[in-house]
């Protein structure tokens, strides 16, 4: 049986395949790892972020997959953007972001297989649910990570609007 320890090993490898990726430069970063930690995991996480993304402490606007017992029960794990920045902290308006981000690329995000928009929820204005399994999840994953990189500059441009 998989454990979140198997797939938390998984998400390991899955930063260092992103990191050789000929778009990974200086300006991106991976997390990965256990949630809230090793000792009592809940779940299992990688995020995929810029530096100007206010992403300290994994608490800002990332691309995310993650999984929980049950997603490790059931094989599944999702993809999401995050926007998880609070105007006090960043001077962004989560609501703007959305919907400045949205209205430039949200019709392609729903071209994408498998994705649902969800333009009311600023914390998590897409999402996909994919099935995967130990032998497919790093390759599974990195497809749809190097998707996402490419409305990277459309996320730079909606914080910058939404701090207007």
């Given at each position: 049986m998989n454990t979140l320890s198997d797939y938390e090993s998984l998400y390991q490898e899955l930063a260092k395949e992103l990191q050789k990726e000929k778009w990974f430069s200086n300006s991106w970063q991976t997390q990965a790892g256990f949630y809230p930690n090793a000792q009592q995991p809940k779940s299992v996480f990688i995020q995929l972020f810029r530096d100007t993304w206010f992403n300290e402490e994994g608490k800002g606007i990332h691309f995310e997959s993650w999984m929980t017992n049950a997603d490790v029960k059931r094989?599944?794990?999702?993809?999401?953007?995050?926007?998880?920045?609070?105007?006090?902290?960043?001077?962004?308006?989560?609501?703007?972001?959305?919907?400045?981000?949205?209205?430039?690329?949200g019709s392609k995000i729903s071209d994408w297989e498998g994705y649902k928009l969800k333009e009311t929820y600023t914390m998590q204005p897409f999402m996909k649910k994919m099935e995967i399994s130990p032998e497919n999840i790093v390759g599974n994953l990195q497809i749809e990570f190097n998707r996402l990189e490419g409305i990277a500059d459309a996320v730079d441009s909606a914080i910058i609007e939404a701090m207007k």
């Amino acid at each position: 049986m998989n454990t979140l320890s198997d797939y938390e090993s998984l998400y390991q490898e899955l930063a260092k395949e992103l990191q050789k990726e000929k778009w990974f430069s200086n300006s991106w970063q991976t997390q990965a790892g256990f949630y809230p930690n090793a000792q009592q995991p809940k779940s299992v996480f990688i995020q995929l972020f810029r530096d100007t993304w206010f992403n300290e402490e994994g608490k800002g606007i990332h691309f995310e997959s993650w999984m929980t017992n049950a997603d490790v029960k059931r094989g599944t794990t999702s993809v999401v953007i995050h926007i998880e920045s609070s105007k006090a902290r960043t001077g962004i308006n989560g609501k703007t972001l959305v919907k400045n981000l949205l209205g430039d690329v949200g019709s392609k995000i729903s071209d994408w297989e498998g994705y649902k928009l969800k333009e009311t929820y600023t914390m998590q204005p897409f999402m996909k649910k994919m099935e995967i399994s130990p032998e497919n999840i790093v390759g599974n994953l990195q497809i749809e990570f190097n998707r996402l990189e490419g409305i990277a500059d459309a996320v730079d441009s909606a914080i910058i609007e939404a701090m207007k």
